[in-house]
């Protein structure tokens, strides 16, 4: 949800991206209904976030393009490098079967990315406030 906020803000015009955030919400909703309801494949979460993700990764590329500041391209790499985490975890790949397995790595890489998101949108909100 909050991934597609935030692409719609970026990319849409202020009325289609109310719309697109009130659909996103309602798909919300009927993933967590589904969610409670006991269906957990990890195949349910990847169709729900993959496109959002996608979607945010459009909005920074189409922003890049527009204003070739820096911060997006950090957005762009962040969002990949979640992709690349995702990867890992699923194909088991760790460093050390006990200590640093294929989760413990997954959550470190996405660690880092989740800190280029922040960097991308503390950067972005700054050069907002300077306009």
Do not use: C
């Amino acid at each position: 949800l909050a991934a597609t906020a935030v692409a719609a803000g970026l990319a849409l015009d202020a009325q289609l991206a109310r719309s697109v955030r009130r659909v996103a919400m309602l798909l919300l909703a009927l993933y967590f209904a589904v969610v409670v309801a006991g269906y957990r494949p990890f195949g349910l979460a990847v169709a729900a976030y993959a496109p959002a993700t996608l979607f945010l990764l459009a909005a920074f590329v189409v922003r890049l393009r527009k204003e070739h500041a820096r911060h997006w391209r950090l957005g762009i790499s962040g969002l990949v490098l979640t992709a690349i985490a995702a990867a890992i975890q699923q194909l088991g790949i760790g460093l050390h079967s006990v200590h640093f397995n294929h989760n413990a790595l997954y959550h470190f890489i996405q660690a880092l990315a989740l800190w280029m998101l922040y960097g991308t949108a503390r950067a972005s909100l700054r050069a907002e406030a300077r306009e």
